[in-house]
């Protein structure tokens, strides 16, 4: 199967059509997908180094993920959306991180990474497949889909609403809803196609809209007491959506056979929603309270996978859920407390303290997480699915992951500068996983082969033998000096000009990170056309659209000795 982009009217389009293979439909069909890499020409140029450059490196180990994290959620690019990515991703680093972790939930986590960082490193799983895929059933999927957005919920992550601040903020959030119904109305003109022009047109002005109506509920709650909180600009930015795809594909076989998902997630009953309006002298007493909620369910998490395997049936239920209803029930009563000394106690909080795991069983759903305000949408998509089997599959992300042979983290300086710190909790992504449906502007090449590092490729490699398939993604190296995030998570930071390694007017130099991942791939696979990425189902698999996201979670201390480190132009680990 190839992606084929076509102009028309000056409209980017995109259908899915069947090609090669004599007529048979397998994995020969996407060979045009794979090169040879000595067939690439080396296009790796690095900036040549000045007096003031900053030529040190860092090195961090913190595994290949043999805890098995895996998970479908995105808490850089779709934060609060539950298995928001529709494909899975490794996770090393941070043990806690789901899509709704809080900065405090992480900085309280776990770690694997050998030297305590507890930042989280995070990208798109690869999987050999030898079983035959069927270009006219992607076909037929995109025909029978209508693109949707979504969005996170901006109600289910505000902080205490002030009571005097309650009315402006239901009225800000109904106005979230309502631009997302327009926005999918809008959307329906794309049926059975992917148009990137009008799918980028519908996210800029639903994100011109949210970022208004979402500085208003700020400000709103910080002039009646309430305070500022930084997370509300990650909330702004949504994603386009061909979930509908899901329905037509298919699993495997192997992914329908019962097992025991590798990665359950704790499942909790929203509070920040039920809440009535807070009186000003709880604020502070309710919000601490609301953080302690958000680290018992980030502990349990970090748990579900730490016990992984251990205990039989009812370990979960009897070692970590009770215990987690007992403190739920506990903090709920102090919430109830706090707000009734100076008001009505609101009722019913006690119904929210018990929780669930997400069902490992094949054709279990995951919750809806998409709705951008919290409240029914009559137009809201279903609940993207969780993955399924001991494979962990979603429909056309199937057979079996290959963990990496070797993950490698480095932090590196820059060509003309030395570095600063980079703050804690940035949130930064590299390359674009959706090249097809956004527009390949932020994408970047990222494949190549060990031996072969002078050139990378946006298609996937085959080896010569005794080399590994790598996958090389940069980050940006030069950050606005501010935030942590921004609207589109991407404008907080940029890359260093190609040529001079200079970041632009405005930004500072900050440790590069640069992630390689190294894979032993069978050379029958890699030349047969077996193994692939994980993707959204839009993407086909599609080698461009790979990427990596990354939360710093690195104390002060330890990115000052990165910083130094690299200033000095050594080699440290």
Known sequence: MAVAVVAASGVLIATFVSSGGNGTADAATELNQFVAIQKVRPNVTNPVPGAGASTGSFTVDCGTNGNGKFSPDNPVAQPGIKNGAEHVHDFVGNLAITANSSNADLDASGTTCRNGDKSSYFWPVVRIDKTVRSGAETQRALAATTPMVTCPSVRNRLPAVPAGAKTAVDNRLAALDRGYAAANERMAAGKGRIDARLNASVLADLREQRAKSIKGISDSIAAAGGGRTSVMVSLVECDTNYDGM??????????????????????????????????????????????????????????????????????????????????????????????????????????????????????????????????????????????????????????????????????RGNATTKVVPMP??????????????????????????????????????????????????????????????????????????????????????????????????????????????????????????????????????????????????????
């Open 246 to 411: 899901h329905a037509v594909m298919r699993h495997t076989a192997a992914s329908v056979k019962a097992g025991l998902a590798a990665n359950q997630q704790v499942q909790c009953p929203t509070v920040r929603d039920k809440l009535p309006g807070v009186p000003a002298q709880a604020l502070d007493e309710v919000n601490r309270n609301l953080a302690e909620l958000d680290r018992q369910i980030s502990e349990a998490n970090e748990r579900l996978v730490t016990t992984r395997g251990q205990g039989g049936k009812n370990f979960v239920d009897n070692a970590i859920l009770g215990p987690l209803k007992a403190k739920r029930t506990a903090v709920l009563d102090r919430i109830g407390i706090a707000i009734s000394r100076r008001a009505a106690r609101p009722q019913g909080l006690g119904a929210l303290a018990g929780c669930t795991v997400t069902d490992p069983a094949p054709n279990g759903q995951g919750n809806q997480g998409n709705q951008n305000g919290g409240a029914a949408v009559p137009s809201a998509p279903a609940a993207l699915p969780d993955p399924q089997g001991p494979n962990l599959e979603l429909p056309n992300n199937t057979g079996g992951i290959v963990r990496p042979a070797a993950v490698l983290i480095e932090y």
């Open 424 to 573: 804690k909790f940035l949130r930064a992504l590299t390359g674009d996983a959706k090249p097809t449906s956004r527009g390949p502007a932020n994408a970047r090449a990222t494949w190549t082969c060990s031996g072969f590092t002078d050139r990378l490729s946006d298609k996937y490699p085959v080896c010569p033998d005794g080399s590994q398939v790598q996958r090389v993604q940069d980050f940006p190296g030069c950050w606005d000096g501010k935030n942590i995030d921004s609207t589109n998570h991407r404008d907080h930071v940029a890359f260093a000009d190609a040529g001079t390694g200079a970041c632009k007017q405005g930004f500072v130099a900050i440790p590069q990170l640069r992630i390689t991942l190294s894979y032993d791939i069978p050379r029958d696979v890699q030349t047969r056309g077996q193994f692939a990425l994980d993707s959204f189902p839009e993407e086909d698999h599609n080698p461009f659209s790979d990427h990596n996201d990354f939360i710093n979670v690195n104390s002060a201390r330890t990115m000052q000795k990165i910083a130094t480190c690299i200033n000095k132009g050594k080699t440290c680990r």
